[in-house]
Nanobody
Framework: QVQLVESGGGLVQAGGSLRLSCAAS????????MDWYRQAPGKQRELVAT???????IYVGSVKGRFTISRDNTKNMVYLQMNSLKPEDTAVYYC???????????WGQGTQVTVSS
């Protein structure tokens, strides 16, 4: 199973940018996709973006056109570039490794992103 560690969160003003990183170690070869999720206070965790092993990227909802997911397979890293940030983007952001067998799916510990107005 893979271990995931997120970093790059912080406090930023509305309109600013942040780049989140997710470092993967362990059993990375069978991962089908890497996802970024976020969870705002009092809300359910929601999918933000996905990148698959086939190179497909998917963005969900209001982040389209503002966020970019990318991966560096040589470094076992996944990134989330977030531009034009809004206060409603404030949340804890998590990366997840997704396998064919969902029982193997793994989560990182999360990184806090706070966008001030």
């Amino acid at each position: 199973q893979v271990q995931l560690v997120e970093s790059g969160g912080g406090l930023v003003q509305a309109g600013g940018s942040l780049r989140l990183s997710c470092a993967a170690s362990g059993s990375i070869f069978s991962i089908n996709a890497m996802d970024w999720y976020r969870q705002a206070p009092g809300k359910q965790r929601e999918l933000v973006a996905t990148t698959t092993s086939a190179g497909v990227t998917i963005y969900v909802g209001s982040v389209k056109g503002r966020f970019t997911i990318s991966r560096d397979n040589t470094k076992n890293m996944v990134y989330l570039q977030m531009n034009s940030l809004k206060p409603e983007d404030t949340a804890v952001y998590y990366c997840r490794a997704r396998y064919s067998d969902s029982k193997l799916n793994s989560w990182g510990q999360g990184t806090q992103v706070t966008v001030s107005s």
